[in-house]
Each structure stands twice: as structure tokens, then as C-alpha cells.
């Protein structure tokens, strides 16, 4: 086990890049590309890439926005293997690290995070330190699936296994992160001393080929979903 990203009691252990790819991965690059057309940051600038897991958020980065550099951290020795084979550009490093214990000074122009704030045990801890790094008049910002709404695939999922065994709702996504409810997110932030706050949705389709191309990541994964009691940091 390489990685567990532990919230409400419930641990989530990611330990294989490509898994990670064909369950949600392949739908969070074009939201990636749309979350960093709206951020607008201007071209030359420093990023850091909070929980950048297999390096979607990185990539998009580096295509639309035309950085001076960016690094990437992550807790899984695992995905910062997938990512750097998945990033190879001289602009980008990658390194192991705690969102809730940053050693980076305050040099950048962004600091981002895709779809891993609502692991951070402690949110308020990764948000302070996102805040603590980022230049004066940067830009911190985060993307996060509405398990609970519009990320539909996910939702019907739950919706079908909570139907057939009630058991199954304490693994619910939509259930243990409140924080990836567009309000909540919005207060969240505004209650994290930034100013300026501002939170769109961004919608992507998820299209299928046939039911296997929907079910079989759900396999792939079934393995690494634990329901245990374990504590661990991001």
C-alpha cells in the first residue's frame, strides 16, 4: 500500500497510476484545461501543483498556460513515478510531499490543487499553506468533483449500491465530502482568509464505448477500497 488519503474515518489507498487513469483520470484532464483557462494566470509564471496525483492538473498547465515552471507534490511514491513518466518537460519537477506541511517559500504566482482537497484530513491545514506560499496578489485555487450532484457516473454508482445494501452509504462519496458541494466549497474558502472568491462549475461529458468501458475501472479499483479505521496524513 503506497498511499492512503483518510477523511471521516474512511481510508482510500491510490497506489496504481493507471487504474487511477481509466477510473477517473481520463475525465479530469478536460476539466483540468477548463479550470486553468478560467484561473487566466499570466504566461511566465511559477506554479505549484498541490496533490498532483498522475499529473492531469501539471500537464494542462503546461499546455495552456505556458509556465516559467511547475512542481508537483504529491504523498504517493507511486503516482510522482506515473506523473514524471507522464510529463517528461524540463519546466516540471515532481517531489513526495504533505499538503499540510509545504516547505516551499512564497514564490509562486498559483498554487492549485485538482481533485484532492477533500482527502487532506485537516483542509484548513492545506489551505493556510497554499495560501502561505503562493506571491502577494497570486492565485489559490482548487477543483473538486460534485460527488453528491453532477458527477454522474460516480453518483448512479452509489446510488445503485446504497439501494441493494444501505451498508454501502458510509463509503458514499457524496456522503463523506460535503466539502465538494458547490456551497460548502465557497464558504469553505471565503472562511480561509482569501479574498476574491469565486467557484463555477465546470461540466465535462463522460462518454462511454459500451458498459465494460464504464464497469471495469469500478474492478480495477475494488481492491484498494478499504473500510477501515486507519489515520494517516495527505
Known amino acids: 500500500m503506497n498511499q492512503q488519503r483518510t ?43 498541490v496533490g498532483c496525483g498522475t499529473g492531469a492538473l501539471t500537464h494542462a498547465i503546461l499546455q495552456i498556460a505556458s509556465p516559467r515552471a511547475v512542481k508537483g507534490i504529491d504523498p504517493s511514491e507511486q503516482y510522482i513515478k506515473f506523473a514524471r513518466q507522464l ?7 515532481f517531489e513526495i510531499g504533505d499538503a499540510q506541511a509545504l516547505h516551499e517559500e512564497p514564490v509562486y504566482h498559483a498554487v492549485v490543487s485538482g481533485l484532492a482537497l477533500n482527502f487532506v484530513p485537516e483542509p484548513s491545514r492545506g489551505v493556510a499553506q497554499m495560501a502561505r506560499v503562493v506571491r502577494p496578489g497570486g492565485t489559490v485555487a482548487a477543483y473538486v468533483w460534485d460527488y453528491a450532484g453532477e458527477m454522474q ?13 444501505p451498508a454501502a452509504q458510509e463509503l458514499d462519496e457524496g456522503q463523506r465530502f460535503p466539502l465538494c458541494q458547490p456551497e460548502a466549497l465557497a464558504e469553505f474558502f471565503r472562511t480561509s482568509a ?26 480495477d479499483i475494488s481492491p484498494c477500497r478499504l473500510s477501515d479505521r486507519s489515520s494517516v496524513l495527505f
Open 7 to 49: 477523511t471521516t474515518g474512511q481510508a482510500d489507498i491510490w497506489a496504481n497510476g493507471a487504474a487511477y487513469e481509466s477510473y477517473v483520470g481520463r475525465w479530469s484532464r478536460p476539466v483540468a484545461r477548463e479550470f486553468v483557462r478560467w484561473l487566466g494566470v499570466p504566461p511566465g509564471s511559477r506554479w505549484l501543483d
Open 87 to 93: 510529463v517528461p518537460d524540463d519546466r516540471v519537477t
Open 153 to 165: 457516473f460516480m453518483r448512479r454508482f452509489w446510488d445503485a449500491a446504497v439501494a441493494l445494501d
Open 194 to 219: 482569501l479574498r476574491d472568491v469565486a467557484v463555477r462549475a465546470i461540466d465535462v461529458p463522460t462518454v462511454f464505448r459500451d458498459f465494460d468501458d464504464y464497469w471495469r475501472p469500478f474492478l
